[in-house]
């Protein structure tokens, strides 16, 4: 069972998956250089046995309550915008997916 720690939440998954944590991938922080923070995306992508891709945001408000003024789907679909623009990049063959691994 791999287990994996985003922000105090545990997650495990079996070993069969494969699981990357978004803000450990070196092209991520080096690509965006200090302001990598500001380009927040979802925090887990795993790929099930069968190839499904779960792309997974951790949320726990039980510590902190949410202040933001956007709502929570709006935040999400603000995610996910920049998961692609950061992906952009990505479909060009001079860099090497950080993901292919997963699947």
């Known amino acids: ?3 994996i720690d985003v922000d105090g939440l545990m997650f495990e ?3 069969e998956w494969k699981v990357s944590k978004y803000d450990d991938w070196a092209f991520y922080r080096k690509q965006f250089g200090s302001s990598y923070r500001e380009y927040k995306a ?3 992508f795993a790929v099930a046995p069968d190839r499904t891709l779960w792309l997974i945001e951790a949320k726990d408000f039980r510590q902190h309550r949410r202040t933001k003024n956007v ?3 709006e935040e999400m679909a603000q995610k996910v915008r920049i998961l692609v623009k950061v992906y952009h990049p ?3 063959k001079v860099y090497h997916y950080p993901w292919a691994d997963l699947v």
């Open 90 to 92: 990505f479909c060009s």
């Open 13 to 15: 998954f079996p070993d």
């Open 42 to 44: 979802l925090d887990l």
């Open 71 to 73: 709502s929570l789907w």
């Open 1 to 3: 069972m791999q287990k």
